[in-house]
């Protein structure tokens, strides 16, 4: 059998973002973003009654170069929508206002680690256009709501760049979380505010020909970009290896049910849209100041954040990926280590040193823990009610509080899961509360004494077995006194104890 050549997968994406403006791209129809009763935001210019003029709309652009410039594209300085003409009955006026030749921004680029390795990504262009309306099949008839009709797009469309379906679907969350981060879009896939086209071809190693490409069309997750790629890169793997590799262009389905891929048409040339310019809209002439302003107003984006944590917090990459994921969780954990900054500088109880000496002397511990509350138990609460950070009742000054708490050691960590339940739920001090619950750590060995003498008393074979020389047993004598000190002891000064009054 001939040995069969090694293959490597050339990926495009094409992907879709609404933006998330107040009305839509052309009228004043408010943007609806699927939220409201069929047909109820639509007026005569979203549903193509003859004589109506469109008017676009300027947050649209201002949110279409704002993702843009984040992914560092150029803009032009004169752009110009097109008519792209089709028919589809969700498409009212025969044809979609779009951009062909002139689009809002060209080239960009995003790099990103992947397993260790640098992997850059390039976008072909970034233009503005209008959404369809939605067809609601149903057994007797097809139903369409003009709702989303004239939501403004960006379309982004990548260079083959993606060698995996891991890759693809890489970029697209990030893609998903910078929309986010700039204001452009909330960008989630299942409310069809983040839509993905995936083109997948092969070729031999080292070949540098683009052969023809196969269009899946309309991947709803980041899990079916995954998947759909993986499957047509498994499909046309075997298709090589019999010799007969795809020969011609085709658009193809995803049936996520059955995890495979459908044909639903060849491309013998390229579609022809009869595109021209749009007569009813002037070519849009973009200043150098305007997209200045934009760019002032884009916040740090989610890999220059990384990078910083990093450096600044000594936080590991983990930890860097949970708190980026959401800019809200980051500006809050900022929050709380600037009040742990404060405090260890103010708290008088410092060794010698400079602010940046004590900082970088403690930072991991502080931040270890900061990260570790949060995420884990502070995360615990507002998920069980579908919460976001910005709505939390623990105030980051309360989070810092307490973080100081655990850090000093005056609570062991059961009684400080209590005292964040109840900050969470009470919105208290979490002194106050330590204070009221007697949840602060008790070490002083003649308050502990009795509780150590009741627990030998009543657990006299236990005892006799440490004293023999069995040292699991001791485990189970430091929880009978932790449970009479009602969880306020110090585990370790508790064994210390009992170590020197079992075998003295
Ligand atoms: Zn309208």
Same mark, same amino acid.
């Given at each position: 059998m001939k040995k069969q050549q090694p293959l490597e997968a050339v990926i495009g994406l094409e992907i879709h973002v609404q933006l998330k403006t107040a009305s839509k791209m052309f009228c004043a129809?408010? /943007?609806v973003l699927g939220d409201a009763p069929p047909n109820t935001s639509v007026c005569p210019i979203c549903l193509g009654h003859p004589g109506t003029l469109p008017v676009l709309n300027r947050e649209a652009v201002q949110k279409g170069i704002a993702l843009a410039l984040a992914f560092g594209s150029g803009i032009a300085s004169k752009m110009r929508f097109d008519r792209k003409n089709y028919f589809y009955p969700d498409l009212p006026k025969g044809y979609q206002i779009s951009q062909f030749d002139r689009p809002l921004a060209k080239d960009g680029s995003l790099t990103l680690a992947l397993e260790g390795v640098m992997r850059t990504f390039s976008l072909e262009r970034l233009h503005l256009e209008e959404d369809a309306g939605k067809n609601f099949h149903r057994s007797d008839a097809t139903l369409v709501d003009f /709702? +989303?009709?004239g939501v403004p797009l960006a379309e982004i469309v990548t260079k083959p760049?993606? +060698?995996?379906p891991s890759e693809a679907r890489a970029f697209l969350q990030e893609l998903r979380l910078i929309a986010r981060y700039v204001g452009a879009s909330d960008a989630d896939m299942e409310k069809g505010q983040l839509r993905c086209d995936a083109n997948i071809s092969l070729r031999p190693v080292g070949d540098e020909t683009l052969y023809p490409k196969i269009e899946v069309k309309n991947l709803n997750s980041f899990r079916s970009v995954e998947r759909a790629l993986a499957y047509e890169s498994k499909r046309q793997a075997e298709l090589w290896h019999q010799g007969k590799p795809p020969a011609q262009q085709e658009t193809r389905g995803w049936d996520e049910g059955k995890g495979e891929t459908i044909l639903q048409r060849t491309k013998e040339g390229s579609d022809d849209y009869r595109y021209f310019p749009e007569p009813d809209l002037p070519p849009i002439d973009i200043s150098k100041k305007d997209i200045e302003l934009i760019e002032k107003a884009i916040p740090e984006l989610p890999q220059a954040k990384r990078a910083r944590f990093i450096l600044e917090?000594?936080?590991?990459h983990s930890e860097t990926d949970v708190l980026v994921a959401d800019k809200d969780v980051a500006d809050y954990f900022e929050a709380v280590v600037s009040e742990l900054k404060a405090w260890l500088f103010d708290s008088g109880q410092v060794e010698e040193g400079t602010h940046d000496e004590i900082w970088k002397r403690s930072r991991r511990k502080i931040t270890k823990l900061a990260v570790s509350w949060l995420t884990t138990e502070l995360f615990k609460h507002l998920n069980a009610e579908g919460k976001a950070i910005t709505e939390s009742p623990v105030t980051p000054e309360n989070m810092a509080e307490f973080i100081v708490l655990v850090y000093e050691g005056k609570v062991n960590s059961s009684a400080a899961q209590t005292i964040l339940d109840v900050m969470y739920r009470e919105g208290k001090d979490p002194s106050d509360i330590a204070e009221d619950r007697k949840l602060f750590q008790t070490s002083d060995a003649s308050g502990l004494a009795e509780f150590i003498k009741q627990a030998i008393t009543e657990n006299p074979d236990q005892a006799e077995q440490y004293r023999v020389g069995k040292e699991p047993v001791l485990q189970f004598l430091v929880g009978k006194v932790m449970k009479l000190s009602g969880g306020r002891a110090d585990p370790a000064v508790v064994a210390k104890l009992l170590k020197k009054e079992l075998r003295p």
């Open positions: 129809c408010a /943007n /709702n +989303r009709a760049d993606f +060698r995996s917090y000594e936080l590991k």
